[in-house]
């Protein structure tokens, strides 16, 4: 995983251990408007210090220490002299390279308990000699390593919260960072604090500012080109790209069939009229519904849908460079992607985030199994050979609403929710067809007006019909029905890693039922997804 540029502010590394929680460590960090930076746990120790952090955390991890393969940390991280706190498996790692001793318990504790401060840390002040923390391990520390000592204890293990302050060294066997362990964002305030001697100098404005010199430092007077879909993620890079570049930059709406209903009008109002921003509209509706017909495994759409964008972005590049004065017919050779470019526009421009990152690629030989192939970092820029910006890589979703709220965006678009690339494909299960999409396009808009009416659209994270392969028999008007199922889809969540199915009052899924069965041709039953993720994703494909 590339590193961002290092920031002129204060900063915490998060090395990534494969725990389902190191995400939420770096999004507990940003919330102390400390900037946080995730990176792989077989980073070099030269690596930091030339990355300059202000302390390190040590993320937890399914493996023990003792398995084969384990992941494992650079030693000489431990005596950089620069302040760490080790979570869980950080913990372990902490103590069975200082010299201390890690035994497999026999059992594995998970879930609450009761953290007794027994001497005292900087870790706890102002905590009391209490505090409710949140457990998930199955290894324990059994003995100190030399200039440890113990600051306090659960009911099973004496060494819960352990330190060495001479150099800086602290561990937590519970994970602070969950919302079970209800004070554990104070325990991070202390270390980032106190411990770290952090600053709170991290903000939108600060990372629109930063981010506006790095694309400026990147692009030079180049063109940079990019896809816009009319979702949050692409919508606030166009922003923030033109806010750095101006009329450099230039977008393209590809219009794939498979999109929301007035999706395309939507898209052409907000950044033609409202922003002036270069677009160009390229309706391809047909020849990607040409190439899906008969298509019914999930990843084959995918990929199927990503390999014909890339073409058609292409393509659309070229006539870019035709329609453009400044280049010339002369250029227009250089377009070719076996010369290593396309004239002008050397840059594509991505509206990747974390999140889209960590589930599409196994990071630095993290052992996270890649679960969706559809997010922008699947491989776009190698087959093109453009030079990637990625301006807003490093934050997630919540924090992208911030920025478009900052950069002037409408809330209709910034608080939209999100969208799959692949669109209504992946909401469609089984073949694509005109006939299907229209069920899907119907019933999908009248959740949305509902839950705009009803004041829930901006109170979930994202909420959606899907249409299923099933049909099932039912009656309308006295007469036998054997038609389709449509199952609506609503979770809250706070950047799509974890998510949760919404407890809406019954007479809305009522309302949202009756609608669908009444008003959508071809549908005569709606079922509610009450699935939280893990284990099931939020999309259904």
Known sequence: MKTAAPPKHSKILILDFGSQYTQVIARRIRELQVYSEIVPFDISAAEVSKLNPNGI??????????????????????????????????LMLMAHHLG?????????????????????????????????????????????????????????????????????????QFHPEVAHTPRGKEILQNFVYHICHCAMDWTMGSFTEEACDRIQQQVGDAKVVLGLSGGVDSSVTAALL???????????????????????????????????????????SERFLSRLRGITDPEQKRKIIGNEFIEVFQHAT???????????SDKLAAASPSRGGHGGYRFLAQGTLYPDVIESVAIGGNPAHVIKSHHNVGGLP?????????????????????????????????????????????????????????????????????MESSDWYYRVWQSFAVLLPVRSVGVMGDQRTYENT?????????????????????????????RISNEVKGVNRV???????????IEWE
Request: charged letters at 25%; aromatic letters at 8%; one cysteine or more.
């Open 382 to 450: 190698e087959k093109m050979h453009f030079e990637l910006v990625e301006p807003v890589r490093q934050l997630f979703k919540d924090e992208v609403r911030q920025l478009g709220l900052q950069l002037g965006l409408p809330k209709e678009i910034v608080h939209r929710q999100p969208f799959p690339g692949p669109g209504l494909a992946v909401r469609i299960l089984g073949e694509v067809t005109t006939e299907r999409l229209a069920i899907l396009r119907e019933a999908d808009t009248i959740v949305t007006s509902e």
């Open 242 to 284: 033109h806010k750095a570049i101006g009329d450099q930059l230039t977008c393209i709406f590809v219009n794939n069939g498979l999109l929301r209903s007035r999706e395309e009008e939507m898209v052409q109002r907000v950044f033609e009229e409202n922003f002036h921003i270069r677009l160009k509209y390229v309706d391809a």
């Open 100 to 172: 201390g001793q890690v035994e497999f318990s026999g059992r594995r504790e998970f879930g609450a308990g009761i953290l007794q401060i027994t001497d005292g840390s900087q870790l706890f002040d102002g905590l009391g000699s209490q505090l409710d923390v949140w457990n998930s391990h199955g290894d324990e520390v059994t003995a100190l390593p030399q200039g440890f000592r113990a600051a306090a204890r659960t009911e099973s293990s004496h060494f819960a919260a352990v330190e060495d302050a001479t150099r800086k060294l602290y561990g937590l």
């Open 318 to 328: 070229e006539e870019l460079l035709a329609e453009d004065p400044e280049n010339g």
């Open 57 to 90: 955390i040590l993320s937890g991890g399914p493996a023990s220490v003792y398995d084969k393969g384990a992941p494992q940390i650079d030693p000489k991280i431990f005596s950089s002299g620069i302040p760490i706190l080790g979570i869980c498996y950080g």
């Open 486 to 514: 449509i199952v609506v889809r609503i979770v809250e969540s706070q950047d799509g890693m974890t998510a949760d199915w919404v407890r809406l009052p019954y007479e809305l899924l009522a309302r949202i039922s009756t």
């Open 527 to 537: 079922c509610y997804d009450i699935s939280s993720k893990p284990p099931s994703t």
